[in-house]
């Protein structure tokens, strides 16, 4: 450890020197010109906190349910590819990390650890509590995409989480400049063929990533897919990538679990609003009907807070885990988990809030742009 982390970007910075360059781009661009990318956490300063006072804040509760699971905290832990460019422990250490923690753990289908590999690291590390969550990709060929649900189902995954917003990869210009593929002693774990597992040796002068999208997974994904998905699972499906009321209404009307509010981390198409920004649109638009999540942007409790006040029952990160990861594998990750943490708990007290119950929409205010000139 070369310093003292005391916030996100400290791990950040730390990230950028010990990841090779291609890994850091990979991990850290968005799509075009990172206009969302940005935007994503400047939203959070678009919302100011109005706290209440003597309201015996001795103790704070942070445990909340996510989909009838206990956890310890309301921010979990989002899908992120291929960890192991980041830790040669990969998505087994980020899972002894949740478990630790006491977190939700949302596991890649691009991961470079399989779905056993990491529920068998999750199980057997200390702890009581952690639960899992599988991110799900629909191929073009659908009895691929159920082989997975079915090795998820069997291994104790607790929900499919199914990005609804990738039908071809957003272009991310460090990629393209990059030529991005994966290092050579690495694949992802979860398919046999050296096409599925991203290890070819050649993807030409664009993202290697970019190539193997158009190639393997659906663009003509549809509502009839999540009927078809229901169909063929016993666990809750989620769609993750909303980012208006109109879709969300038809994801209730389809019999979703849940919405994941997310532009993907700003990495597909740029020019879209900060998740945080449509948040309460998704929100008001289900009336109660499923649980609303969110993600982007999130570096901070205050921001886990401001998302919980505008009605995400919890919060998942990205890019800050694969830092911590960069880091101190499983120890850098449950450090950044543990602050997050605290910084919750923070906020909360100094917010006059004793629990997650207690957070409520009057808790947020908007920041009024208006000149007074």
Same mark, same amino acid.
């Given at each position: 450890m070369s310093g003292l982390r005391v916030c996100v970007s400290d791990f950040e910075e730390e990230a950028k020197r010990v990841l090779p360059k291609a890994v850091y781009d990979y991990y850290r661009s968005g799509a075009d010109g990172?206009?969302?990318?940005?935007?994503?956490? *400047?939203?959070?300063?678009?919302?100011c906190l109005i706290p209440r006072v003597l309201r015996d804040v001795s103790? /704070?509760?942070? =445990?909340?349910?996510?989909?009838? +699971?206990?956890?310890?905290?309301?921010?979990?832990?989002?899908?992120?590819?291929? &960890?192991?460019?980041?830790?040669?422990?990969?998505?087994?250490?980020t899972a002894r990390a949740c478990k630790a923690v006491g977190t939700g753990m949302m596991l890649s289908s691009w991961a470079t650890s399989s779905i056993e590999e990491v529920m068998s690291a999750m199980t057997?590390?200390?702890?009581?509590?952690?639960?899992?969550? #599988? &991110?799900?990709?629909?191929? !073009?060929?659908?009895?691929?995409?159920?082989?997975? /649900?079915?090795?998820a189902e069997k291994a104790g995954y607790k929900a499919l989480f199914v990005t609804v917003d990738t039908p071809y990869l957003?272009?991310? $210009?460090?990629?393209?400049?990059?030529?991005?593929?994966?290092? =050579?002693?690495?694949? #992802?774990?979860?398919?046999?063929?050296?096409?599925?597992s991203f290890s070819e040796g050649d993807y030409g002068n664009d993202s290697g990533l970019a190539v193997y999208v158009a190639n393997a997974i659906e663009p003509a994904l549809s509502w009839d897919d999540i009927t078809w998905l229901k169909k063929?699972?016993?666990l809750p499906v989620i769609i993750k990538g909303v980012l208006n009321g109109l879709d969300a209404v038809q994801a209730v009307n389809y019999g979703v679990s849940g919405i994941l509010v997310s532009n993907h981390g700003a990495r597909?198409?740029?020019?879209?609003? *900060?998740?945080?920004?449509?948040?309460?649109?998704?929100?008001?638009?289900? &009336?109660?009907?499923?649980?609303?999540? #969110?993600?982007?942007?999130?570096?901070?409790?205050?921001?886990? $807070?401001? *998302? $919980?006040?505008?009605?995400? !029952?919890?919060?998942?990160?990205?890019?800050?885990? $694969?830092?911590?990861?960069?880091?101190?594998?499983? +120890?850098?990750?449950?450090?950044l988990l543990e602050l997050l943490k605290e910084e919750l708990r923070l906020a909360l007290a100094l917010s006059g809030c004793r629990s997650i119950s207690e957070v409520s929409r009057s808790l947020v205010r908007r920041v009024d742009f208006t000149s007074k000139m």
């Open positions: 990172q206009s969302t990318l940005a935007d994503n956490v *400047a939203a959070f300063n678009r919302w103790v /704070v509760d942070l =445990s909340v349910s996510v989909l009838g +699971q206990k956890l310890s905290m309301p921010l979990c832990v989002g899908s992120t590819a291929m &960890q192991r460019m980041a830790h040669p422990a990969g998505e087994t250490a057997s590390s200390p702890g009581s509590g952690g639960v899992l969550w #599988m &991110q799900l990709y629909i191929y !073009k060929d659908r009895e691929l995409t159920l082989s997975l /649900v079915r090795r957003g272009k991310r $210009l460090d990629d393209v400049r990059n030529r991005f593929k994966m290092p =050579s002693h690495l694949r #992802m774990s979860n398919f046999s063929s050296a096409s599925l063929h699972t016993r597909q198409l740029d020019g879209v609003p *900060a998740t945080l920004d449509v948040l309460e649109e998704v929100v008001k638009a289900v &009336q109660g009907r499923c649980d609303v999540y #969110m993600d982007g942007g999130v570096r901070r409790g205050t921001d886990v $807070l401001k *998302a $919980l006040a505008l009605g995400a !029952k919890a919060v998942f990160i990205g890019r800050p885990v $694969l830092w911590g990861l960069a880091c101190e594998g499983e +120890q850098g990750v449950i450090e």
